[in-house]
């Protein structure tokens, strides 16, 4: 397998014109990948995100901050129990990849933990992939901590740095996720536990690439291992997490995004999204860019709040939520629906449109015989006047 591309001279010119004179780029992470993944049919966070574009200083001079992002506190404490795990030139950590993935090996001692230095991302990347083929020809327990991955996102290279890879004496590769929420009774939130699979999971495809480019082959195990403080204390315990759904979902995901290039090109002359050009400029360009919005962006995009409004002002059935949207059908606005619903618009013929028009009935008919029991119970017309007033005011 080749190397990763990287992005053409006039593309990265591009980019840069993109992003405005002088706005270094944002890179991507594997959380932000995870959730591009999540939504392949967003253009304006491929393009966003493959141009290196700081989405939470563009919203902001939006006028539409986001509250996405990790608190001061949550990053030193994670910082702080990342620390305690990997001390003692990560003793602990070999001992729970021992433990929870690879209990046949044998135990690891003083595992070797290589120098992974070097000048920016691409030279970082090429030390980790030497340091990658050394340690798994060499047969012993080897700790690579913050290697620099890479993985191609829709015509773009993507640097991704895991918490760390362990090379095992059989020369096989396993990702691990060091995370500060605790793990209480041997279980953790299973919301949080699924979105650090789907960021490892993006992990893994990056690693597959350098294990594919090696002769023969190095096995990258679907099974990373998840670090976490045990019960309430800020011991470490760790457990083994298949990845091979997320893994098999995100490399579909990210197969359709649309490439940054045909995104861009399509872009009118002059589009820059530096946050200190004006808030109409601004908004000129983000909206010349397609959006795909729905409610799980609140959690995973920072620019979440600036396109809930533009759908909600457009009526998009989007912003109800994505199951509801397939429900619908090509009822694509709450216009639509609704027209469809009172029998003003639609075909007949489409379940959709007939199953609107069969709740529209089943609403009218459940308001008409509650108006007719509340009557009933309220015979005002028998009543004097002054009674009258006080059943209306019951």
């Given at each position: 397998?080749?190397?990763?591309?990287?992005?053409?001279t006039?593309?990265?010119?591009?980019l840069?014109?993109?992003r405005?004179?002088d706005?270094?780029?944002?890179?991507?992470?594997a959380?932000?990948?995870?959730?591009?993944a999540?939504?392949p049919?967003?253009?304006?966070?491929?393009?966003?995100d493959?141009?290196?574009?700081?989405?939470?200083k563009l919203?902001g001079?939006l006028?539409?901050?986001s509250a996405?992002?990790q608190s001061?506190?949550a990053f030193m404490?994670g910082?702080?129990?990342?620390?305690?795990v990997?001390?003692d030139?990560?003793a602990?950590?070999l001992r729970?990849?021992?433990?929870k993935i690879?209990p046949g090996?044998e135990?690891?001692?003083?595992?070797?933990?290589?120098?992974?230095?070097?000048i920016?991302?691409?030279?970082r990347?090429?030390r980790?992939?030497?340091?990658?083929?050394?340690?798994?020809?060499?047969?012993g327990?080897?700790?690579?901590?913050?290697?620099?991955?890479?993985?191609?996102?829709?015509?773009?290279?993507?640097?991704l740095e895991?918490?760390?890879?362990?090379?095992?004496?059989?020369?096989g590769?396993?990702?691990?996720?060091?995370?500060s929420f605790?793990?209480?009774?041997?279980?953790?939130d299973?919301?949080?536990?699924?979105?650090?699979a789907r960021q490892?999971a993006?992990?893994?495809?990056?690693?597959?690439?350098?294990?594919?480019?090696l002769t023969?082959a190095?096995?990258v195990?679907?099974?990373?291992?998840?670090?976490?403080?045990?019960?309430?204390s800020?011991?470490?315990?760790?457990?083994a997490?298949?990845?091979?759904?997320?893994?098999a979902v995100?490399?579909?995901q990210?197969?359709?995004?649309?490439?940054?290039?045909?995104?861009a090109?399509?872009?009118p002359?002059?589009s820059c999204?530096?946050p200190?050009?004006?808030?109409e400029?601004?908004?000129?360009?983000?909206e010349?860019?397609?959006a795909?919005?729905?409610?799980e962006c609140?959690?995973?995009?920072?620019?979440?709040?600036?396109?809930?409004?533009?759908?909600?002002?457009?009526?998009?059935?989007?912003?109800?939520g994505?199951?509801l949207?397939?429900e619908?059908g090509?009822?694509?606005?709450?216009?639509?629906?609704?027209?469809?619903a009172?029998?003003?618009?639609?075909?007949?013929a489409?379940?959709?449109v007939?199953?609107?028009r069969?709740?529209?009935?089943l609403r009218a008919?459940?308001?008409?015989?509650?108006a007719?029991?509340?009557?009933?119970r309220?015979?005002s017309?028998?009543?004097?006047g002054?009674?009258r007033?006080?059943?209306?005011?019951?």
């Amino acid at each position: 397998m080749p190397p990763p591309r990287a992005p053409g001279t006039a593309l990265r010119r591009q980019l840069a014109e993109l992003r405005g004179p002088d706005v270094p780029p944002k890179a991507l992470d594997a959380r932000a990948l995870a959730a591009l993944a999540a939504n392949p049919g967003c253009d304006r966070r491929a393009l966003l995100d493959g141009a290196g574009v700081d989405k939470a200083k563009l919203a902001g001079a939006l006028g539409a901050p986001s509250a996405f992002g990790q608190s001061q506190f949550a990053f030193m404490r994670g910082n702080a129990f990342e620390a305690r795990v990997k001390a003692d030139g990560g003793a602990e950590l070999l001992r729970l990849v021992h433990e929870k993935i690879d209990p046949g090996a044998e135990p690891p001692g003083a595992g070797a933990v290589p120098d992974l230095d070097a000048i920016g991302p691409e030279g970082r990347a090429a030390r980790t992939a030497l340091a990658l083929r050394e340690a798994t020809g060499a047969g012993g327990w080897t700790l690579l901590d913050h290697p620099m991955l890479t993985l191609d996102v829709a015509g773009s290279a993507a640097f991704l740095e895991p918490d760390a890879v362990v090379v095992h004496p059989d020369g096989g590769w396993t990702v691990v996720e060091i995370k500060s929420f605790p793990m209480l009774d041997g279980s953790a939130d299973p919301a949080k536990v699924g979105a650090a699979a789907r960021q490892s999971a993006v992990y893994v495809l990056a690693l597959e690439e350098v294990a594919a480019r090696l002769t023969p082959a190095a096995r990258v195990r679907h099974r990373v291992l998840l670090v976490c403080p045990k019960d309430f204390s800020n011991l470490p315990t760790g457990s083994a997490v298949d990845v091979r759904k997320q893994r098999a979902v995100t490399r579909r995901q990210l197969a359709r995004l649309t490439r940054v290039e045909d995104i861009a090109a399509a872009l009118p002359e002059g589009s820059c999204f530096s946050p200190g050009l004006p808030a109409e400029e601004l908004v000129t360009a983000v909206e010349a860019v397609p959006a795909s919005y729905a409610p799980e962006c609140l959690s995973a995009c920072e620019l979440a709040f600036h396109c809930r409004a533009r759908s909600r002002e457009q009526g998009a059935v989007t912003s109800l939520g994505r199951s509801l949207r397939a429900e619908l059908g090509g009822l694509t606005t709450v216009t639509d629906v609704l027209a469809a619903a009172h029998g003003e618009a639609g075909d007949p013929a489409d379940p959709a449109v007939a199953a609107l028009r069969r709740a529209a009935r089943l609403r009218a008919e459940a308001l008409d015989a509650g108006a007719r029991a509340a009557a009933a119970r309220v015979p005002s017309a028998d009543l004097p006047g002054g009674d009258r007033e006080a059943g209306a005011c019951r």
